[in-house]
Protein backbone atom coordinates (compact mmCIF):
# COMPACT_ATOMS: atom_id res chain seq x y z
CA UNK A 1 0.00 0.00 0.00
CA UNK A 2 1.51 3.61 -0.90
CA UNK A 3 2.55 6.05 2.25
CA UNK A 4 0.13 8.49 0.31
CA UNK A 5 -2.59 8.83 -2.33
CA UNK A 6 -4.67 11.16 -3.93
CA UNK A 7 -7.25 11.19 -6.84
CA UNK A 8 -4.99 12.20 -9.61
CA UNK A 9 -7.78 14.11 -11.48
CA UNK A 10 -7.92 15.96 -13.49
CA UNK A 11 -9.85 18.12 -11.99
CA UNK A 12 -11.38 20.76 -14.73
CA UNK A 13 -13.52 23.80 -13.41
CA UNK A 14 -14.81 26.83 -14.09
CA UNK A 15 -13.20 30.45 -12.61
CA UNK A 16 -14.95 31.36 -9.69
CA UNK A 17 -15.88 27.40 -8.26
CA UNK A 18 -14.82 25.71 -5.12
CA UNK A 19 -12.36 22.74 -5.61
CA UNK A 20 -11.25 20.06 -3.35
CA UNK A 21 -8.65 17.67 -2.85
CA UNK A 22 -8.65 14.81 -0.64
CA UNK A 23 -5.65 12.28 0.36
CA UNK A 24 -5.13 9.31 2.76
CA UNK A 25 -1.92 8.31 4.40
CA UNK A 26 -1.37 4.67 5.56
CA UNK A 27 0.98 5.13 8.86
CA UNK A 28 -1.67 6.54 11.67
CA UNK A 29 2.34 7.22 13.25
CA UNK A 30 2.35 10.34 10.29
CA UNK A 31 3.65 13.49 12.19
CA UNK A 32 3.36 16.17 10.07
CA UNK A 33 1.22 17.27 7.00
CA UNK A 34 1.61 19.18 4.22
CA UNK A 35 0.19 20.67 0.67
CA UNK A 36 2.63 21.62 -2.16
CA UNK A 37 1.86 23.23 -5.74
CA UNK A 38 3.55 22.11 -8.38
CA UNK A 39 3.41 23.97 -11.71
CA UNK A 40 4.19 22.30 -15.11
CA UNK A 41 8.27 21.51 -15.33
CA UNK A 42 8.74 23.31 -12.35
CA UNK A 43 9.95 22.47 -9.01
CA UNK A 44 7.26 21.65 -5.84
CA UNK A 45 6.63 24.98 -3.53
CA UNK A 46 5.10 24.88 -0.29
CA UNK A 47 1.25 25.92 -0.22
CA UNK A 48 0.89 25.61 3.45
CA UNK A 49 1.20 23.06 5.88
CA UNK A 50 -2.00 21.16 7.46
CA UNK A 51 -2.80 21.15 10.93
CA UNK A 52 -5.10 19.37 13.36
CA UNK A 53 -7.21 22.16 14.16
CA UNK A 54 -7.47 22.88 10.50
CA UNK A 55 -5.98 26.45 8.84
CA UNK A 56 -7.11 28.87 6.24
CA UNK A 57 -4.36 31.04 3.90
CA UNK A 58 -6.75 33.31 1.79
CA UNK A 59 -8.76 30.88 -0.35
CA UNK A 60 -6.92 27.80 0.68
CA UNK A 61 -8.39 25.87 3.58
CA UNK A 62 -6.72 22.51 4.60
CA UNK A 63 -7.84 19.92 7.09
CA UNK A 64 -6.64 17.01 8.77
CA UNK A 65 -8.76 14.09 10.38
CA UNK A 66 -6.27 11.88 12.41
CA UNK A 67 -9.46 8.95 12.94
CA UNK A 68 -9.54 8.61 9.66
CA UNK A 69 -6.03 9.29 8.01
CA UNK A 70 -7.48 11.72 5.75
CA UNK A 71 -6.36 15.37 4.32
CA UNK A 72 -7.92 17.66 2.24
CA UNK A 73 -7.60 20.65 0.26
CA UNK A 74 -10.17 23.43 -0.45
CA UNK A 75 -9.81 26.45 -3.11
CA UNK A 76 -12.87 28.63 -3.19
CA UNK A 77 -12.79 31.50 -5.59
CA UNK A 78 -10.95 29.72 -7.94
CA UNK A 79 -8.16 31.74 -9.99
CA UNK A 80 -6.59 30.35 -13.82
CA UNK A 81 -3.56 30.75 -11.39
CA UNK A 82 -4.44 28.06 -9.57
CA UNK A 83 -3.90 26.02 -12.50
CA UNK A 84 -1.13 23.05 -11.13
CA UNK A 85 -0.63 20.15 -9.83
CA UNK A 86 -1.37 19.59 -5.65
CA UNK A 87 1.02 17.41 -3.96
CA UNK A 88 0.13 15.36 -0.88
CA UNK A 89 2.91 15.22 1.66
CA UNK A 90 3.06 13.53 4.75
CA UNK A 91 6.48 13.39 7.21
CA UNK A 92 6.53 9.63 8.85
CA UNK A 93 9.27 8.66 11.30
CA UNK A 94 10.13 4.97 10.74
CA UNK A 95 13.07 2.70 12.72
CA UNK A 96 16.07 4.76 12.78
CA UNK A 97 15.26 7.03 10.10
CA UNK A 98 15.07 10.26 10.21
CA UNK A 99 11.36 11.85 9.62
CA UNK A 100 11.16 12.08 5.81
CA UNK A 101 8.83 12.92 3.59
CA UNK A 102 6.37 11.07 1.81
CA UNK A 103 4.68 12.23 -1.73
CA UNK A 104 1.54 11.52 -3.50
CA UNK A 105 1.74 11.43 -6.93
CA UNK A 106 -0.50 14.66 -6.98
CA UNK A 107 -3.82 16.24 -8.02
CA UNK A 108 -3.71 17.90 -11.14
CA UNK A 109 -6.07 21.37 -11.66
CA UNK A 110 -7.10 23.15 -14.43
CA UNK A 111 -9.10 25.94 -13.91
CA UNK A 112 -10.41 27.27 -17.47
CA UNK A 113 -12.04 31.17 -18.29
CA UNK B 1 16.95 34.16 3.21
CA UNK B 2 18.14 30.81 2.59
CA UNK B 3 18.04 29.97 -1.68
CA UNK B 4 18.93 26.90 -3.25
CA UNK B 5 20.46 26.32 -6.61
CA UNK B 6 20.76 23.54 -8.87
CA UNK B 7 22.80 22.99 -12.39
CA UNK B 8 22.74 22.35 -15.36
CA UNK B 9 19.40 23.71 -15.71
CA UNK B 10 18.80 20.92 -18.46
CA UNK B 11 20.89 18.24 -19.27
CA UNK B 12 20.99 15.52 -22.38
CA UNK B 13 23.46 13.02 -21.82
CA UNK B 14 24.37 9.21 -23.84
CA UNK B 15 23.85 5.55 -21.71
CA UNK B 16 27.02 5.10 -20.68
CA UNK B 17 28.42 8.58 -20.03
CA UNK B 18 29.28 9.96 -16.74
CA UNK B 19 27.01 12.58 -14.64
CA UNK B 20 27.61 15.76 -11.70
CA UNK B 21 24.48 17.42 -10.07
CA UNK B 22 25.34 19.91 -8.35
CA UNK B 23 23.34 21.89 -5.54
CA UNK B 24 24.11 24.25 -3.12
CA UNK B 25 21.98 25.73 -0.14
CA UNK B 26 22.71 29.53 0.79
CA UNK B 27 21.78 31.15 4.09
CA UNK B 28 21.81 28.34 6.03
CA UNK B 29 24.56 26.33 7.94
CA UNK B 30 24.24 22.57 8.36
CA UNK B 31 21.01 22.14 6.84
CA UNK B 32 19.75 18.50 6.12
CA UNK B 33 19.70 18.01 2.26
CA UNK B 34 17.84 16.24 0.26
CA UNK B 35 17.81 14.03 -3.52
CA UNK B 36 14.75 13.22 -5.31
CA UNK B 37 13.73 12.11 -8.83
CA UNK B 38 10.77 12.55 -10.74
CA UNK B 39 10.39 10.28 -13.49
CA UNK B 40 7.23 11.34 -15.97
CA UNK B 41 3.98 10.87 -14.86
CA UNK B 42 5.42 9.56 -11.49
CA UNK B 43 5.91 10.98 -7.96
CA UNK B 44 8.90 12.25 -6.41
CA UNK B 45 11.14 9.32 -4.89
CA UNK B 46 13.75 9.95 -2.18
CA UNK B 47 17.28 8.96 -3.71
CA UNK B 48 19.26 10.39 -0.41
CA UNK B 49 19.62 12.16 2.14
CA UNK B 50 22.55 13.77 4.38
CA UNK B 51 22.87 15.53 7.79
CA UNK B 52 25.89 17.15 7.66
CA UNK B 53 29.35 16.57 5.26
CA UNK B 54 30.68 13.32 4.60
CA UNK B 55 26.65 12.20 5.99
CA UNK B 56 25.31 10.52 2.93
CA UNK B 57 22.02 8.09 3.45
CA UNK B 58 20.37 5.84 0.60
CA UNK B 59 17.18 5.52 0.59
CA UNK B 60 16.95 3.06 -2.67
CA UNK B 61 20.16 0.83 -4.37
CA UNK B 62 20.63 2.01 -8.10
CA UNK B 63 23.18 3.40 -10.39
CA UNK B 64 23.36 6.23 -8.70
CA UNK B 65 25.65 7.79 -5.70
CA UNK B 66 26.09 11.00 -3.53
CA UNK B 67 28.20 13.23 -1.88
CA UNK B 68 28.64 16.28 0.37
CA UNK B 69 31.89 17.61 0.49
CA UNK B 70 31.12 21.22 2.22
CA UNK B 71 28.29 21.75 4.26
CA UNK B 72 26.56 23.71 2.12
CA UNK B 73 27.42 21.54 -1.34
CA UNK B 74 25.13 18.43 -2.23
CA UNK B 75 26.18 16.39 -5.32
CA UNK B 76 24.63 13.56 -7.46
CA UNK B 77 26.63 11.43 -9.61
CA UNK B 78 26.66 8.64 -11.29
CA UNK B 79 29.42 6.37 -13.65
CA UNK B 80 27.81 5.40 -16.71
CA UNK B 81 23.73 6.40 -16.93
CA UNK B 82 21.19 4.31 -17.83
CA UNK B 83 18.42 5.30 -19.46
CA UNK B 84 15.97 5.00 -16.65
CA UNK B 85 17.87 7.24 -15.09
CA UNK B 86 16.05 10.11 -16.87
CA UNK B 87 14.00 12.21 -14.68
CA UNK B 88 13.58 15.55 -13.21
CA UNK B 89 16.18 16.09 -10.23
CA UNK B 90 15.15 17.95 -7.11
CA UNK B 91 17.32 18.65 -4.29
CA UNK B 92 15.81 19.86 -1.29
CA UNK B 93 17.02 21.49 2.24
CA UNK B 94 14.38 21.03 5.87
CA UNK B 95 13.44 24.14 6.99
CA UNK B 96 13.23 24.46 10.96
CA UNK B 97 9.73 25.04 11.56
CA UNK B 98 7.59 22.48 10.80
CA UNK B 99 10.14 20.28 9.03
CA UNK B 100 9.27 21.31 5.69
CA UNK B 101 11.31 20.80 2.60
CA UNK B 102 11.75 23.69 0.30
CA UNK B 103 13.22 22.69 -3.68
CA UNK B 104 16.07 24.46 -5.70
CA UNK B 105 14.64 24.65 -9.45
CA UNK B 106 15.72 20.85 -10.46
CA UNK B 107 17.54 19.61 -13.39
CA UNK B 108 15.64 17.83 -15.77
CA UNK B 109 18.30 14.79 -17.00
CA UNK B 110 17.35 13.09 -20.36
CA UNK B 111 19.23 10.19 -21.45
CA UNK B 112 19.11 8.92 -24.90
Known amino acids: RKEVEQDPGPFNVPEGATVAFNCTYS??????FFWYRQDCRKEPKLLMS???SGNEDGRFTAQLNRASQYISLLIRDSKLSDSATYLCVVKTVRGSTLGRLYFGRGTQLTVWP | SQTIHQWPATLVQPVGSPLSLECTVE??????LYWYRQAAGRGLQLLFYSVGIGQISSEVPQNLSASRPQDRQFILSSKKLLLSDSGFYLC???????????FGPGTRLTVL
Open chain 2, 92 to 102: AWRGTTNNEQF
Open chain 1, 50 to 52: VYS
Open chain 1, 27 to 32: NSASQS
Open chain 2, 27 to 32: GTSNPN
